[in-house]
Protein backbone atom coordinates (compact mmCIF):
# COMPACT_ATOMS: atom_id res chain seq x y z
CA UNK A 1 0.00 0.00 0.00
CA UNK A 2 1.50 3.40 -0.95
CA UNK A 3 1.36 6.23 1.71
CA UNK A 4 1.33 9.69 1.42
CA UNK A 5 2.95 10.30 4.95
CA UNK A 6 5.16 6.61 5.37
CA UNK A 7 6.77 6.48 8.99
CA UNK A 8 10.06 5.15 7.08
CA UNK A 9 11.52 7.60 4.97
CA UNK A 10 13.40 6.24 2.03
CA UNK A 11 16.41 8.33 0.64
CA UNK A 12 14.87 10.90 -2.15
CA UNK A 13 11.58 10.52 -0.88
CA UNK A 14 9.43 13.61 -1.29
CA UNK A 15 6.28 14.81 0.57
CA UNK A 16 3.88 17.03 -1.19
CA UNK A 17 2.30 20.01 1.43
CA UNK A 18 0.07 22.25 1.86
CA UNK A 19 -0.69 25.36 4.42
CA UNK A 20 -4.36 26.65 4.32
CA UNK A 21 -5.16 30.38 3.59
CA UNK A 22 -5.04 32.84 6.45
CA UNK A 23 -8.05 35.23 5.37
CA UNK A 24 -6.26 39.02 5.79
CA UNK A 25 -2.85 37.79 5.80
CA UNK A 26 -1.95 35.25 3.03
CA UNK A 27 -2.72 32.86 0.05
CA UNK A 28 -2.87 28.79 0.57
CA UNK A 29 0.55 27.66 -0.71
CA UNK A 30 1.24 24.20 -1.94
CA UNK A 31 4.43 22.35 -1.74
CA UNK A 32 7.00 19.78 -2.16
CA UNK A 33 9.81 19.01 -0.10
CA UNK A 34 11.97 16.47 1.40
CA UNK A 35 11.29 15.92 4.82
CA UNK A 36 14.20 15.80 7.23
CA UNK A 37 14.74 12.76 9.17
CA UNK A 38 16.27 12.47 12.38
CA UNK A 39 19.90 12.81 12.14
CA UNK A 40 19.57 15.68 10.10
CA UNK A 41 17.08 17.02 12.44
CA UNK A 42 19.51 16.99 15.45
CA UNK A 43 22.17 18.75 13.05
CA UNK A 44 19.59 21.36 11.98
CA UNK A 45 18.90 22.13 15.69
CA UNK A 46 22.57 22.16 16.52
CA UNK A 47 23.23 24.56 13.95
CA UNK A 48 20.67 26.64 14.62
CA UNK A 49 21.16 27.64 18.26
CA UNK A 50 24.48 29.45 16.85
CA UNK A 51 21.90 32.11 15.32
CA UNK A 52 19.38 34.98 16.69
CA UNK A 53 18.01 38.27 15.15
CA UNK A 54 18.40 38.41 11.64
CA UNK A 55 21.54 36.04 10.92
CA UNK A 56 19.13 33.77 12.14
CA UNK A 57 16.15 34.82 9.59
CA UNK A 58 18.65 34.28 6.81
CA UNK A 59 19.57 30.58 8.17
CA UNK A 60 16.13 29.83 8.46
CA UNK A 61 15.24 31.68 5.01
CA UNK A 62 18.06 29.19 3.66
CA UNK A 63 17.03 26.25 5.02
CA UNK A 64 13.22 26.69 3.61
CA UNK A 65 14.99 27.12 0.34
CA UNK A 66 16.97 23.75 0.07
CA UNK A 67 14.28 21.55 1.62
CA UNK A 68 11.64 22.78 -0.73
CA UNK A 69 11.36 21.03 -4.30
CA UNK A 70 8.32 23.42 -5.19
CA UNK A 71 6.01 25.81 -3.99
CA UNK A 72 2.78 27.63 -5.66
CA UNK A 73 4.27 31.29 -3.74
CA UNK A 74 3.82 33.88 -6.63
CA UNK A 75 4.59 37.18 -6.39
CA UNK A 76 1.96 40.17 -6.60
CA UNK A 77 1.87 39.94 -10.57
CA UNK A 78 1.74 36.35 -10.56
CA UNK A 79 5.37 35.26 -11.59
CA UNK A 80 6.11 32.59 -9.25
CA UNK A 81 8.58 33.46 -6.33
CA UNK A 82 12.06 31.54 -6.63
CA UNK A 83 13.56 28.95 -3.87
CA UNK A 84 16.10 31.14 -3.01
CA UNK A 85 17.00 32.07 0.67
CA UNK A 86 16.41 35.90 0.29
CA UNK A 87 12.67 35.47 -1.33
CA UNK A 88 11.95 33.29 0.87
CA UNK A 89 12.90 35.51 3.49
CA UNK A 90 9.88 38.08 2.12
CA UNK A 91 7.13 35.51 2.28
CA UNK A 92 4.70 36.53 4.84
CA UNK A 93 5.92 35.81 8.65
CA UNK A 94 3.46 33.34 9.48
CA UNK A 95 3.78 32.32 6.08
CA UNK A 96 7.54 31.68 6.84
CA UNK A 97 6.99 30.49 11.03
CA UNK A 98 4.67 27.56 10.00
CA UNK A 99 6.50 26.37 6.80
CA UNK A 100 9.83 26.20 8.63
CA UNK A 101 8.13 23.74 11.25
CA UNK A 102 6.61 21.67 8.73
CA UNK A 103 10.29 21.78 7.31
CA UNK A 104 12.05 20.97 10.58
CA UNK A 105 9.33 18.08 11.41
CA UNK A 106 7.54 19.65 14.21
CA UNK A 107 4.41 20.51 12.69
CA UNK A 108 2.21 18.70 10.00
CA UNK A 109 0.42 19.98 6.30
CA UNK A 110 -2.85 21.32 6.31
CA UNK A 111 -5.06 18.81 5.14
CA UNK A 112 -4.70 19.91 1.10
CA UNK A 113 -8.90 19.77 -0.20
CA UNK A 114 -7.59 18.03 -3.12
CA UNK A 115 -6.00 15.15 -1.09
CA UNK A 116 -7.84 12.33 -1.33
CA UNK A 117 -10.09 10.87 1.78
CA UNK A 118 -7.34 8.37 2.78
CA UNK A 119 -4.05 11.01 2.88
CA UNK A 120 -6.07 13.49 4.47
CA UNK A 121 -7.15 10.29 7.26
CA UNK A 122 -3.57 9.91 7.73
CA UNK A 123 -2.89 13.48 8.15
CA UNK A 124 -5.42 13.60 10.56
CA UNK A 125 -4.24 10.06 12.14
CA UNK A 126 -0.96 11.95 13.01
CA UNK A 127 -2.53 15.09 14.37
CA UNK A 128 -4.72 13.49 17.17
CA UNK A 129 -1.79 11.26 18.29
CA UNK A 130 -0.02 15.07 18.91
CA UNK A 131 -2.75 15.98 20.99
CA UNK A 132 -2.90 12.57 22.90
CA UNK A 133 0.51 12.88 23.71
CA UNK A 134 0.99 16.80 24.03
CA UNK A 135 3.60 16.47 21.29
CA UNK A 136 3.94 17.77 18.02
CA UNK A 137 2.58 16.27 14.57
CA UNK A 138 6.26 16.13 13.57
CA UNK A 139 7.48 14.67 16.84
CA UNK A 140 3.97 12.05 16.63
CA UNK A 141 5.27 10.80 12.99
CA UNK A 142 9.29 10.57 13.68
CA UNK A 143 7.94 8.44 16.78
CA UNK A 144 5.96 6.26 14.42
CA UNK A 145 9.41 6.22 12.08
CA UNK A 146 11.46 5.45 15.37
CA UNK A 147 9.15 2.26 15.94
CA UNK A 148 9.39 1.03 12.24
Known amino acids: MSTKFPVYLEDGYTQEGYIAAVPGLFEALRFEFRPI ?71 ASDLDPEWSEAEKEESADYQFEAVRDETTPGAAAAQDREKN
Not at 42 to 62: I, L, N, Q
Not at 74 to 90: E, F
Request: glycine content about 6%.
Open 37 to 107: VVAEQSAHYKEEKKFSGPAWARFAADFIARRLLSWSAARQDGAPVPLRGPDVAKIHPALFSRLYSILNGTD
